[in-house]
């Protein structure tokens, strides 16, 4: 901690994820062969479609300061995925368009959450979910789950958790680290429990939407009686595989989106302008499109269960959405090897590091000590390598 910077950054933790990928990139600078299973970035190049459309924005002269809430005939163009997809029903004051869905959930916690406001965090949660929060001023209340319930917080715990204080729900589905997708009946439970707290807001992270493998996204925003509590927060990151070109874009109850608009507009203004024009056509496309990516997921996905199954002390969940396992690796708390003693996640991320030089990243940033997120966004050649070296360590 340095005194002369802000209690505020002083008290922040570094993203996990970002930290692991920085260190895995320090090491390959060094000669280490690393292979990184610890980012949530997408393997594939942005569809052409896609590209197509940015091209043409440039040659169309975009260039000048973008509205601060997004386009219009992007917002447009998002009404009309919220109605197509998620049976949605937005209007354009409803809709703001960010710097990607991290902006968007940062806007959310600026303008919803006064200090002392506690933030309801179904664990595992996205590392980021209660930094976002406690810059705020508000305070994490992580809600424990397990692999034996496919790591879904149940009503029961749900409602244990509320107090006076609860002020926001985030969470994920499917989710980021678990892969977890709740399905319609689950989450009506979970909005069984909220109609008794009026005052709760739900922001619903459906960033990994189209990376589902059950057949069905179902939106907490769908139910009547929650839809003017929910904030529906979505992108293109994920499923189009433009990270780096930072869209992100709310449907959210009015007031709520007139305030997100007005706090972006002191902070970074509109998004990117050519990265605009390149989402209108990733979303006016059916998600057909991109049923490519989707489909080497899932075959990724049963690549890495079949090869962790292979491995003693490993305990895995079938996830049904996004592209992580989150394996329970407690089995090897309080051993040593190679040398190096296992007391946690931490301990066993680093070990694979170091000795096996792969990168994932520890369930503590999770909000769940005794696992390790691996993403499998990477080719199955590097996956299969990875595993091999992680059950030659562990053995």
Known sequence: MN????????????SAT?????????????????????????????????????????????????PVDGYVDLKQAIITKFKRDNQLEYTLPQIVVSTGAKQSIAN?????????????LPAPYWVSYSDIGKVAGGKGVPIATGIENDFKVTPEALEAA????????????????????????????????????????????EIYEHINFTGEHASMAQFPDMYDRTVTVNGVSKAYAMTGWRIGYIGAPEYIARACNKMQGQVTSGANCIAQRATIAALENPPSKIQYMVDAFRNRRKLVLDLLSEIPGIKTNEPEGAFYVFPDISFYFGKTIQGVHIENASDFALLLLDKANVATVTGEAFGSPNCIRISYAASEEDITEAMKRIKTVLS
């Open 162 to 205: 509320i107090t006076p204080k609860s002020k926001i729900l985030i969470y994920s589905s499917p989710c980021n680290p678990s892969g977890s997708v709740y399905s319609k009946a689950e989450l009506r439970a979970l909005a069984d429990v909220l109609v008794k707290y009026p005052d709760i807001i739900v922001v619903s992270d």
């Open 18 to 66: 970002l930290a692991m990928a920085a260190k895995a990139r320090e090491l390959r600078a060094e000669g280490r062969d690393i292979i990184g299973l610890s980012l949530g970035e997408p393997d594939f190049t942005v569809p052409e479609f896609v590209k197509d459309a940015a091209i043409q924005a440039v040659k169309d002269d975009y260039h000048a300061y973008t």
């Open 3 to 14: 005194p002369k910077l802000s209690d505020r950054v002083n008290n922040m933790a570094t």
């Open 108 to 120: 959310l916690a600026q303008v919803l959450i006064n200090e002392g406001d506690e933030v309801l």
